[in-house]
C-alpha cells in the first residue's frame, strides 16, 4: 500500500469498526449469551459515547477491543476492526503490540492500570520502550514531558515518585499520561471520571478533550453519566440488555430520542439546572443475561409495549449511521431532553 | 445543661428537629509523640425542621460523612451542641443514648455492607425493634410484614437472604429497617449514589412517599448535586470541614452566595449537549489541601479566584445571604462595593 492511499483510508475510513459483535461467556447454566450483534464504528477525530446502565453490556463491548476477555471462558463471534485490520485473529504477542501503541485504556480505578511497587516514571518508561523502542533517556525525558502535558506540576520530580505518593485526581492525569505516551490512535474511557468529584471530573474532562484533539485521537467514552455524554461526545451508542437500541449523533440522540429506553434515561435523569421537570422512573431493572426476553429486551419495562413487541426485533438503520432497535419506532413521538 | 431548648433557630418559632450549633469533630492521626489532631469539622451549624429534607453536599475530605457520623454519636464530639427535638445528644450515655439512636436511623450507599448476609430479611428488618422495643416476635413479625410491603416489596421477600436480590432492592430493604423504629429523623449518606438512573428515581420516590406518610425528616449526605436538587427543601454546602453557604435549595442553585458553591455547580454537566457545550466552567486549579495543615483564615482561599487579602488571616463568620440562608464569605463583608451596597450575588445567570 502506498503512503498516499493509506492517508486516504485514514481520512475516510473508521478507526474502529465493530461489526455483529456476541459474546458467550460459560456459566453453571451452559453458554450464556452476554452481547448479541453489537455493531458500531468509530471514526477518526471522533467521541463515541458507549451509554447504558450496569448490565447493558458497554464494559464487556470495550474488554473485546482490548482482546481482554478470559480466552477459555468466552466465546466472541463477529469483527472488530482497528483502522482496517481484523483484531479477532490475532495471537496473544499481536495484540500485545497493539495494546499499549494503536489502543490504549483509562479505568474507573487508575490503580487498575499502575503498578504500585513502580514509580510513574518507570512505568511510562517501559510502555514507551517496548513500543517505541526508544532509548532510556528518551523515554524518561518523554515521560517528563508527558506528565507536564497532562497538568501534573514539578513532573521533573514527581516523574520518580510511586502512585501513592499522588492524589486521586493526579493519579488519575497519571493513568492518562501512561496511556498517551505512544500516541494511540484509540482511546477506550471506562468511567474515568465516575469515581471522581465533580470540580476533578471537569479538569478530567477537559484534559481527555485537549489530549484528543492534539494527538488525533478517537475516543471510546463508556459512561453511564448522560451529563458527561452530553459534554464531551460526538455520538452515542446506547445500549441495553447486550444490544445497542439507538445510535445517532449526541444532538439526534437526545434531543429527538427514537427508543423508549433512551426516553426514558433521559426523564429519569436529573439536571441542575432544572427543578420543574419532574424525574420519572423506569420501573424495574435491566434482567440478568439468563432472564433476557425472546422479544425486544426492553419490553417489559417499556410503557408502550404491544402484543408484537414479544416478537425479537433488528435494529433498523434511519439514516447515514442513525439506528433504532424498536418495533414501534416509526409510531412513536418520544421526548428529548430540554 | 438545660433539656428544653433555649434558642429556637427555625425561622417558624417553633423547636427545630435537629440543631446542630458549631460542631468540631477532629481524629487523632498518628502515636505518641507524633500524633497529630485532623480536625474533620469546625465550626459548622445548621437546623432541620420535623418533615424537612435538608442535604449536605460537598466533595471527598469535605466533612458531610463526618457530620452525619457525629449526630448519631458513633464519632466523638469535640466541640458544639446537637439537640434533637431540643434535647442535647451530645451529654448522652448508655440507655438514653441508645433510645435516642431509635429515632435516628441510617441508610448507607452499600446495603450490602448494612444487610447481615447470614440474616433473614425478616430478622434484618425486625432487628431493630428487638433492640429498641419491648415487643414480642409475633408483633416484631407482623411489623415486618408492613415495613416489606411499605418498601415496595412482597411478604414472600422476608423469607429469603441478601443475595437473593438487586442493589435497588436490597436500598428498599435497608430503608424498611430504617424506618421499623418510626424514627423522626433518617440519615441517608449516599444512599442513592450506587444505584442507576432508573433505579434511583424509583427510590427517590419511595423516600418521598415515606416523608409524607410517616412524617419522617431525612439528613442527605451526597455529593450529585442534580439529584439534591430534586430532593432537598434545603441545602448546606461543605469544603474541608467547615460549612460554606445554606440555604432553600432554590436560592442556593439559582443565586450560589459563596465562590465555591458557584464552581461545584458549574462543574456538574447537564443531560443536553447544547446547553451543556454553551455553559461556562469555573475552573478550581489544584485539588484540596492537606486536611492537617489547613489554610489559614478562609479553607477555601488557596484555589478561591476571588480571594483577597483579608481571606488569609480572618476566617470568615456566617453572614445571612440575599434570598435565604447563610454564606460565611468575606466578599459578602469586606468585598467590592457597587453603589454602597456589597458585591453580594455572584452570579444569576
Known sequence: MSDSTARQLDEASPVLAIDGLGVEFASEHGWLRVLDEVSFAVGPRETVGLVGESGSGKSVTSLSVLGLLPRRSSRVVGDIRLRGRELGGLSTAELEDVRGREIAMIFQEPMTSLNPAFTIGDQIVAVVRRHLGWTKKQARAHAIEMLGHVGIPNPRQRVSEYPHQFSGGMRQRAMIALALSCRPRLLIADEPTTALDVTIQAQILDLIREMAEENDMSVLFVTHDLGVVADICDRVVVMYAGQVVEEGTAEEVFCTPRHPYTEGLLRAMPDVEDHVRELVPIPGTVPPPWEFPAGCRFADRCSYAQDRCRQPVALTELGPRRAVRCHRFDELDLEGAS | ?349
Open chain 2, 1 to 349: 445543661m438545660n433539656d428544653q431548648a433555649a434558642v429556637p433557630a427555625g425561622t417558624s418559632g417553633k423547636t427545630p428537629l435537629l440543631e446542630v450549633d458549631d460542631l468540631e469533630v477532629a481524629y487523632r492521626i498518628g502515636r505518641g509523640r507524633r500524633a497529630q489532631d485532623l480536625i474533620a469539622v469546625s465550626g459548622v451549624s445548621f437546623h432541620i425542621d420535623h418533615g424537612e429534607t435538608f442535604a449536605v453536599v460537598g466533595e471527598s475530605g469535605s466533612g458531610k460523612s463526618t457530620t452525619a457520623r457525629a449526630i448519631t454519636r458513633t464519632l466523638p464530639v469535640r466541640a458544639g451542641n446537637i439537640r434533637l427535638g431540643g434535647r442535647e445528644l451530645t451529654e448522652l450515655s448508655g440507655r438514653e443514648l441508645r433510645r435516642i439512636r431509635s429515632d435516628v436511623q441510617m441508610v448507607f450507599q452499600d446495603p450490602y455492607s448494612s444487610l447481615n448476609p447470614s440474616m433473614l430479611i425478616r430478622d434484618s428488618i425486625a432487628e431493630p425493634l428487638r433492640v429498641h422495643t419491648d415487643l414480642d416476635s409475633h408483633a416484631r413479625d407482623a411489623a415486618a410484614h408492613d415495613l416489606i410491603q411499605a418498601v415496595g416489596l412482597l411478604p414472600e421477600h422476608l423469607n429469603r437472604y441478601p443475595y437473593e436480590f438487586s442493589g435497588g432492592q436490597r436500598q428498599r430493604i435497608a430503608i424498611a429497617r430504617a424506618i421499623a423504629t418510626s424514627p423522626s429523623l433518617v440519615i441517608c449518606d449516599e444512599a442513592l449514589s450506587a444505584l442507576d438512573v432508573s433505579t434511583q428515581n424509583q427510590i427517590i420516590r419511595l423516600l418521598e412517599e415515606i416523608r409524607q406518610t410517616k412524617s419522617v425528616a431525612y439528613l442527605f449526605i451526597a455529593h450529585d448535586l442534580a439529584v439534591v436538587r430534586h430532593i432537598a427543601d434545603r441545602v448546606g454546602v461543605m469544603y474541608l470541614g467547615r460549612m460554606m453557604e445554606s440555604g432553600p435549595t432554590e436560592r442556593v442553585y439559582n443565586a450560589p452566595a459563596h465562590p465555591y458553591t458557584e464552581a461545584l455547580l458549574s462543574a456538574v454537566p447537564v443531560p443536553h449537549p447544547r446547553r451543556q457545550r454553551a455553559r461556562r466552567r469555573m475552573l478550581l486549579p489544584g485539588d484540596v489541601p492537606n486536611p492537617l495543615e489547613p489554610p489559614s483564615g478562609c479553607v477555601f482561599r488557596t484555589r478561591c479566584p476571588r480571594a483577597m487579602d483579608i481571606c488569609a488571616e480572618e476566617v470568615p463568620m456566617p453572614f445571612p445571604a440575599v434570598g435565604g440562608g447563610e454564606v460565611a464569605c468575606h466578599l459578602h463583608t469586606s468585598g467590592p462595593e457597587l453603589g454602597g451596597e456589597s458585591v453580594r450575588v455572584l452570579s444569576t445567570a
